[in-house]
């Protein structure tokens, strides 16, 4: 067997997220599985690193499949050809490479990226509407900077997700956690790295971050919202928009 | 009377262009001129400094309305806020201002600069697909950044536009035109700056330093194009969603 790795960008505006199911086209799965089922003439399923929600947008999404070595001639370059002649244009495959056999998207991901993108400007930048999620009123980033630091290292983000389950941990490691703000644009970029994240995390964080911006919470605040284990006690889910999964790495 | 100046910005994507036509809704004139004349509860004309096209984007158009002084109370804060509250999240007014009485957006405009912005990586970049025209293949940048000085200076662009008018001169002068490369992007901004542009004008040069940048047409054919005074010996008109109104002078 051949084992195809993808990189993969793509605008997520339109789209009901990355995971396949039943019944919807609009997933990134889909539509990739369609075009590369149809340029190999077999049902094809792919594996990606993380599954972005409804909405999000991927810099560098990471994906990868299998296909039976006798059954296909393309080089990794006619795929790269094919697949983006197909795909519509707010997807992207920008790299198609062999991987090693034993290679999974999913499982071997040491660390992803995701970033959450505001617009602080009293008016929006409305090139950025469909990336960056507009808050009108001056956040405080100086604050958020202090809060963000409560995230880094192994914690348990019960309180920072909205799908519980009783028998999965709920524990993560955040490797770093960045508040970058870019004065002369009004834009703000707050950056997480961690060996994985839980359904919504990052947009509950972000909105945590941003209630402690608009002065809504204390920075010391925080601990108190991990230790309750309770998602009530933590901040809005910011919206999708603003998200983007921007480094996958192996 | 007061007389409202306007700089607006939008997305023109989903717009089938600046000015208003009967019974279209989706003009950016109408969208303005229906919020302004709700704020205001009266009808209420806008004059905008240049009418783009179909799919067409600008970072700054600039427009203006007269309202009676009596009727009208609101500052230009106020209007500011009201106008952006109800306008989609594509279209946005960065600056309401008290202009002279006798200031008129479209007559007083001294020059515009419009900017055709390509993306000649091998695959689009999926977040610039609205905003950048893709060209796959590997533009010669130094030829167009030739044959681009031929456009600057006072000529006859008959043969640069596709809407004649016998009684119309067609001699425009361009200020500036040039080539902006940025080469780790592979993002090429094609720019003119000038005392006003025709029909299509700009779409149809870019399109033929295009065709130049392909190698389908010489440098020194451009000379040629003018003397023809006809559309047809020109290059092609390049799609709008690479076009932007990105200033306005007074």
């Not at 003439?41 to 070595?69: K, L, S, W, Y």
């Not at 990226?113 to 956040?139: A, G, P």
């Not at 002065?215 to 910011?238: D, L, N, Q, W």
Request: net charge neutral; hydrophobic share 35%.
């Amino acid at each position: 067997m051949r084992n195809i790795k993808l990189i993969i960008q793509y605008d997520g505006s339109r789209y009901s997220g990355w995971q396949r199911r039943p019944g919807d086209e609009r997933t990134i799965q889909y539509k990739l599985e369609n075009v590369i089922s149809r340029m190999l003439d077999t049902n094809i399923e792919i594996i990606g690193a993380g599954r972005t929600d409804r909405g999000v947008h991927a810099m560098m999404q990471t994906a990868n499949f299998h296909i039976p070595e006798s059954a296909v001639t393309f080089t990794c370059g006619e795929m790269l050809e094919y697949i983006n002649a197909h795909l519509p244009s707010d997807i992207a495959v920008i790299s198609v490479s062999e991987a090693d056999e034993r290679f999974h998207a999913r499982f071997n991901c040491i660390s992803k990226t995701y970033v959450y993108r505001i617009d602080n400007r009293r008016v929006q930048d409305v090139f950025q509407s469909r990336f960056r999620t507009h808050i009108q009123e001056k956040l405080d980033v100086a604050a958020m900077k202090k809060a963000i630091k409560y995230f880094e290292g192994e914690h348990d983000f019960t309180s920072f997700t909205s799908l519980k389950s009783k028998n999965k941990s709920a524990v993560r490691t955040i490797y770093s956690a960045e508040i970058d703000y870019m004065e002369e644009d009004s834009f703000i970029d707050i950056r997480f790295c961690g060996n994985g994240f839980l359904y919504n995390m990052v947009r509950i964080i972000s909105g945590t971050l941003i209630e402690i911006g608009l002065h809504k919470r204390e920075v010391e605040g925080v601990p108190g919202i991990f230790s309750a284990k309770e998602r009530a006690v933590a901040g809005y889910t910011a919206p999708p928009e603003g998200l983007v999964l921007e480094k996958t790495e192996y």
